[in-house]
């Protein structure tokens, strides 16, 4: 099933045409969606809308990253329009809410949506924008089914793992358990404690902070096996409580937005 319904998206590109074809490139390319040459006669008229049609071209609707880049495009759109189209603003949201998405402190959040782990545990291409829409799935799944956050907090954490490790060609066996994959990706990313230099002031506070960041993954593995979940059951198991949950899911989700936005930064580094 498509997260965004084709009537969304059509509300949607009938606002953008409202703009030049610059504008609408420049929004699309700034979210990072590519644009796609379609045939003539898969186009809409008018150019604009075409325009619009290409870029939509290279979204696969049901990945949850192709389409958390949408939604965030959305949310500029949503965000930047003018009081005189107040009307019209209420009515994308309308629609959206039809998708059973929230439009929150400008965010915009599917409600009642929960990740299955083996949807996580595939997931080996996430980015920042994709990891916000498993965080905010995990998050939500917390007063429904601790068991759920926990697993998936722990596969989300894995995934991160392996995204820095395919990203930098550094080579892991699947059978890795997750301690050796955070101290191949801390080796890589210089976040090994053994590799801050103890010339600089606060080394040994740093080297501290970076081994209990790994304290904190074995941690959150433990706790998974005790009581989380791999098939997303909802059982609710005696010794764990929300508070538990919630702490698990803030640690591991601060971690892999530490180590993606890392790991973002040194290939931006690399290629400017």
């Not at 958390?68 to 019209?88: F, H, N, T």
């Not at 905010?136 to 793992?161: C, F, N, P």
């Amino acid at each position: 099933m498509d997260l965004i319904s084709k009537n969304t998206r059509r509300e949607f590109q009938e606002y953008l045409v409202r703009g030049t074809l610059r504008q609408i490139s420049n929004l699309f390319d700034s979210h990072d969606i590519k644009y796609v040459e379609l045939p003539p006669e898969k186009l809409p008229s008018g150019e604009r809308r075409a325009l619009v049609e290409c870029y939509y071209a290279s979204v696969d609707w049901q990945n949850p990253g192709d389409v958390r880049k949408v939604l965030s495009l959305y949310e500029d759109i949503l965000a930047g329009m003018e009081e005189w189209g107040a009307k019209y603003k209420e009515r994308l949201i309308r629609f959206l809410q039809k998708d059973g998405y929230s439009y929150e402190n400008l965010r915009l959040i599917r409600k009642g949506y929960y990740p299955g782990l083996s949807e996580i545990s595939s997931a080996v291409t996430l980015d920042v924008a994709h990891l916000e829409e498993y965080i905010d799935r995990i998050k939500a799944s917390i007063d429904t089914d601790l068991a759920l956050a926990i697993g998936s907090t722990k596969e989300l954490v894995e995934s991160t793992l392996k995204t820095v490790l395919t990203g930098l060609s550094i080579e892991y066996d699947n059978q890795d358990d997750i301690t050796k994959l955070l101290k191949k990706v801390q080796k890589v990313l210089g976040l090994a404690p053994e590799n801050v230099d103890s010339r600089k002031r606060g080394a040994d506070i740093v080297r501290r902070v970076l081994s209990n960041l790994g304290s904190v993954v074995v941690g959150i593995d433990e706790l998974r096996n005790l009581y989380g979940t791999g098939h997303g059951h909802g059982a609710r198991k005696k010794g764990v409580t929300r508070r538990h949950a919630q702490l698990v899911v803030n640690a591991g989700t601060c971690i892999c937005t530490f180590l993606l936005e890392t790991y973002e930064a040194r290939r931006r580094r690399k290629t400017g």
